[in-house]
């Protein structure tokens, strides 16, 4: 016995020391690719000049939820950006789509290659709030090195930082290598069907394909992941889907003081804590695993060991990962209860009580999977899933990694951004890329700007602003951009 215990434990010792060295060995070879790029000899840059184009953009109160209403604000807006890059404006030719959404082509000199597309979107969400702004939302005021305003992060201030580039290169007699396209939504807010939705019914009777598109989607980030010493520039390569269901509760009704064992409120509840105890499966597979698999190697050295020996520690990681919101739903299809109804009366029992799921689609997952695990997890006769087909849309494809598009891309922000981790990722929210993606061979999502993690609660919130710096970072980055472009 004696014997048998002194071999199980040296047997136990090396087979320890094998997976120790194991262990160093996987985190000592997964260290980050080391990518040189020229160094080019960024524009200077009028900090005060673009800063004073995006105020003027701001105060065009671009609400698409005000339509018709509002259409002088939209019209003033699209006559403003034809009177304020003159340049531009001459160099390129315009449609108007649907009235509102200007669609720009820069003819290249290869009118054989196939077009590329840039895009933003002007329209803007509310800027009503319980708290007054620190600056008037449409005032577009210049204080403390920023632009204040509704729209500056959000979308207007990459359409005017794309605006002043092309006007300044057009003023050079600068000729893009092959046909770029400019596509400015006016109603992404409230889906883009009438903007971007129509532009690529007019790319499609056209007969147009494009190589790729640039939208927003992400920014640069910087010092907002833990661990993560360097900016992280995420190149969206898809984006989720969409899909609402409500989960409809029936019970007795009848006065509060004599309740059922089973209220349908209380049917109702239950059945939304067993939907939130069972998330939708998820984890690093696919996108999810490109996205985190491109910023492991950059960490620090234990969260390098972890990312380096998912064999041993992807149960470990993944669990870690899904306590953050936002690690999370970049791992799995999301769930969010949003609205709730029952009875209007406090002592009445409701008859039926329902509430309103709103679920954003990993590309790994089909509305129906999403409908299936739903309904499985419910499980009661008195209680009824219904899908909003209204809602339901499928995630976008995604795009790829290794094509000339997204290689351009990337050495783009390296040029721009210097040290700059570049990875590909996932948009959780939506896009007018949604409606690009059908007539582009592949599609991007990232915006040229710096943000830290105080920006996030702004974009759709209070304060929205964007720094002058950012505003030059966007200029040097599309010049960068459209120069590097080839036939």
Request: a negative charge; hydrophobic letters at 40%.
């Amino acid at each position: 016995m004696v014997k048998f215990l002194t071999k199980l434990t040296k047997i136990l010792a090396i087979s320890l020391v094998i997976i120790i060295g194991i262990l160093v060995f996987n985190t000592w070879r997964y260290s980050p690719d080391t990518i040189s790029v020229s160094t080019p000899n960024l524009p200077a840059v009028d900090g005060e000049q673009i800063a004073q184009e995006l105020s003027g953009a701001i105060r065009f109160k671009t609400l698409a939820r005000d339509l018709p209403a509002a259409q002088g604000e939209f019209r003033g807006f699209v006559d403003y950006l034809a009177q304020t890059f003159p340049n531009a404006h001459g160099a390129m030719q315009r449609e108007l789509i649907n009235d509102y959404t200007p669609l720009y082509l820069w003819q290249g000199r290869d009118r054989t290659a196939a077009p590329v597309l840039l895009t933003g979107h002007y329209d803007v969400v509310s800027a009503r709030s319980f708290q007054a702004w620190d600056q008037p939302a449409f005032d577009g005021v210049i204080e403390g090195g920023f632009v204040w305003g509704r729209g500056t992060l959000d979308d207007k201030g990459a359409i005017i930082a794309m605006m002043h580039t092309v006007d300044a290169l057009a003023a050079k007699g600068f000729t893009p290598a092959r046909d770029i396209y400019f596509s400015f939504g006016h109603d992404e807010e409230i889906g883009g069907n009438q903007g971007a939705g129509a532009v690529v019914n007019y790319f499609k009777d056209q007969g147009i394909q494009l190589e790729w598109s640039l939208d927003e989607g992400s920014m640069v980030l910087r010092e907002i992941i833990p661990g993560l010493s360097k900016d992280m520039a995420s190149i969206n390569i898809a984006e989720k889907g969409y899909m609402t269901v409500d989960i409809v509760a029936s019970g007795a009704g009848g006065h509060s003081s004599l309740p059922p064992r089973e209220t349908a409120v209380g049917a109702l509840a239950g059945s939304l804590t067993q939907l939130q105890d069972n998330p939708v499966p998820g984890g690093l597979r696919d996108v999810s695993a490109d996205f985190f698999d491109g910023l492991g190697p950059n960490f620090s050295l234990l969260q390098r060991m972890l990312f380096a020996n998912q064999w041993l520690f992807r149960p470990l990681l993944e669990s870690e990962l899904s306590k953050s919101a936002a690690t999370d739903a970049m791992l799995r299809t999301s769930m969010a209860p949003t609205m709730l109804t029952a009875s209007d009366t406090e002592n009445v029992l409701a008859q039926q009580a329902s509430a309103t799921v709103n679920f954003r689609i990993h590309p790994r997952d089909s509305v129906g999977d999403i409908l299936d695990h739903v309904r499985g997890q419910i499980d009661s006769e008195t209680t009824q899933v219904r899908l909003r087909e209204t809602s339901a849309r499928a995630a976008s494809p995604v795009s790829s990694t290794t094509s000339t598009g997204y290689q351009l891309l990337s050495t783009t922000f390296r040029q721009t951004f210097g040290d700059v981790i570049v990875v590909p990722g996932l948009t959780i929210a939506a896009t007018d890329t949604r409606h690009y993606a059908e007539v582009a061979d592949d599609s991007y999502r990232i915006n040229p700007f710096i943000f830290y993690g105080e920006d996030i609660p702004r974009i759709h919130g209070r304060n929205e602003r964007i720094s002058i710096d950012n505003l030059i970072l966007g200029v040097q980055f599309y010049t960068q951009l459209i120069q590097n472009i080839r036939p």
